[in-house]
């Protein structure tokens, strides 16, 4: 059966056929460079990703790559490949991924880690990077969970860490000597490893203590010591993203992304976003102005978002916001605004995007009450969450989600209550204002997740909450928010846990990870396909520990795996700022004044943010 | 306000659009290429997008008809110019004046069914069992209704022509017009299903490719392509 044939048999065939607005056909000859950028989660999600949309159009404007896309095919169509014997494809000119240079996958979450296995079981690649050759295309890896690579040390070839957009064209370069066969694979690594962002792992052997915890890594190559991440110095002026591939399934977030800024100034200590992507970088309004009209006026989407890490602390985004509003309104574009501060200042703003519909607004106060927002640093006051509530209920809206991490460093009962006591106050609110002309009734939304400690925050040393306690905290909450206008939803705390071994797992957790795709895990982040069970048996049969992992609290000399790499932050910012939670010491807004992580004189050289 | 008509095929691999996915693309493609797209009034403003009938994932067309309200003519050429995806392409389009729905005026649809059955067929008097079989009074199928009951249909008051085309190894071919409509529709699947099982046929369907020629009405007791549709109907 050929692949047309079998879509007939699987869900969603759109998922699978390519072609889309804005999508490259070009000729392909014996120079082209074969590219495939591969999303370890399904087409609709993978299509969401602004990243794979830069990358998709940087990689295809140089002349001589040609850069394709693969997504993890649902649990249906993989059925149909394997029944069927076919490999897995890529969507612009169905070529099976082993007759590729490069396969670029990108990591944004732990427990898509099975996935990436897979998807190299379904082309027929070799898992493992030492079985492979040089006929075999070269694995790369880059995205957030680059932050810590060994997890995944014995599968990928060279991890990119930090933004690509310069570094991939640095490698490319690199890889045409290969390609035209004037140097080895080892002589390409060797290179690779040179270029100052790239981390070839196997340069790199880990070495271990008695118990378990490292004590560094042994260099085998003449290669740096430390690899540096990278960053795009003048975000303003570099590559800029302006068109987008118009996607044809329902896609998670189906609209135009542009992007007005990198890093963020908050300092939220349990961000590893926060940490990693520093400095702050803005585009000005004029080239945000000029991003949106050429990506608008070239894929027909009705809607754009701002995107950031925190689109209301963009320095012009009240003025920004009008002036798009103004601009498209007529066209019937609207603008959306992917996360809200909780102050009166971004109600304003919002309040002349959905100046129709008032649906709903979610807030992330994270934390139950002041002293727990203190000790995570999330610069939220009780005083803010009230003036949002009196706000946005005067102003018509009447549903409220507000989004809370349970398992924060020193949390205690009181903490709990805390959510339970800012659900109520929403409620409360809404009946003291009895807003005119809203005839409906108030909805509070309260969704926990399960905090997982990550790599370079202030937090990577700490224990995380063990399944017992999490379940604890849930059956609290939930014998608290009772009020009958408040909904609660809960993550279950497994895949946290699970998330928390990768996150801060070592190279041998590799094998853990293998027996669990050969036991049959994948779609872990999908709770339909999540086996706990299966999990547990090949951590057992790799003879590992989850809790050496995720629950076990480091001390501050340790060695940790990700140790290897420098993003610009000093471990010892880390460990006061981790100090200062313990203490519930805040640290302020760096915009505002420099608080001496370190990014200004790791990675810059220079001042971050104007004279901050 | 102006109603736009267009002529288009959905065919290679667009075929395997969901209705939709094909209503957005057509959505965002008006878009881009800036047709003063007309919106509906109210809360959530939508361009006015018309089908004349969805097709089924997995079928395709080489002549669909839509219609789109504009607020201003536009040159036809243009229109035509436009660029879909590979598969979908704008056949022909015009301005119409005309009260009727595609909808409600449309009675047939043609299609070329291409089945593929799991052993030899070639040996079976396909010829003669398509004549036979529409020379019978009454098959009935049993169909679910829109409110989830079942009633008893009559196919052959469905079928307005079927033809053999090719019967060779563990392929048949058929040409048929079939109901479509608001009066009721017969699903070409169903007919090879119906057909099958009147002549208990042990072969089975492994594989039906379906391919809409085009959609009709009754214009002075002939059938006419319902892009032709005017106002005098």
Known sequence: MNLEALLRNVEKPSRYIGGEINTFQKEITDNTIRFAFAFPDIYEVGMSHLGMQIIYRLLNEQDNVYCERVFAPWVDMEAELRANNLKLVTLETKTALGDLDILGFTLQYELSYTNILNMLNLAGIELLSKNRNEKDPLIVAGGPCVYNPEPLADFIDIFFIGEAEELLLEFIEVYKLYKDKKISKHDLLIKAANIEGLYVPKFYEPEYNEDGTMSGYKVTEDVPKVIKKRIIQDFDSGFQLESMIVPFADIVHDRAMVEIFRGCTKGCRFCQAGMIYRPVREKKPETIMDNVEKIMSSTGFEEMSLASLSTMDYSQIGPLVKDLVGKYEMDNIGVSLPSLRLDSFSVDVVKDIQKIKKTGLTFAPEAGTQRLRDVINKGVSEQNISDTFNSIFSLGWHRVKLYFMIGLPTETTEDLDGISEIANLGTYTFKQLKPEGVKKSVQVTVSTSCFVPKPFTPFQWMGQDDIPTFRQKIQHLRTKLINRKVVYNYHDPETSLLEGVFARGDRKIGAALLRAFELGCKFDGWHEYFRYDLWRTAFEETHLEMGFYNTRERAYDEYLPWDILDPGIHKSYLVSEYENALNAVVTGDCRDSCTGCGVNVQIIGGDCYGNA | ?233
């Open chain 2, 1 to 233: 306000m102006e109603t736009l008509r267009i002529l288009y095929t959905k065919d290679s691999y667009m075929r395997f659009l969901g209705h939709l996915e094909l209503m957005k693309l057509f959505e965002r493609v008006f878009r881009f290429n800036k047709l003063p797209l007309k919106f509906s009034e109210g809360f959530n403003p939508i361009p006015r997008l018309t089908f004349a009938s969805p097709l089924s994932v997995g079928y395709s067309s080489k002549a669909e008809v839509m219609e789109v309200i504009l607020n201003s003519e536009i040159s036809i050429q243009q229109v035509k110019d436009i660029k879909f995806p590979n598969g979908i392409k704008v056949l022909d389009a015009q301005f119409i004046n005309c009260k009727h729905s595609l909808m409600s005026k449309l009675e047939f649809a043609e299609y070329i069914l291409k089945v593929e059955y799991d052993s030899k067929v070639e040996q079976l008097p396909f010829e003669e069992w398509v004549e036979s079989f529409l020379n019978e009074k009454e098959i009935f199928y049993e169909k679910k209704t829109k409110r989830g009951t079942v009633k008893a249909v009559n196919a052959l008051g469905q079928i307005h022509d079927m033809k053999l085309l090719y019967n060779a190894d563990n392929e048949v071919v058929f040409r048929v017009m079939l109901q479509t409509g608001s009066n009721g529709s017969l699903n070409p699947e169903k007919l090879v299903d119906i057909f099958g099982s009147h002549y208990k046929l042990n072969q089975k369907a492994v594989n039906i490719d379906v391919e809409r020629l085009g959609l009709y009405f009754t214009k002075n007791g002939t059938l006419t392509n319902l892009y032709e549709l005017s106002e005098e109907e």
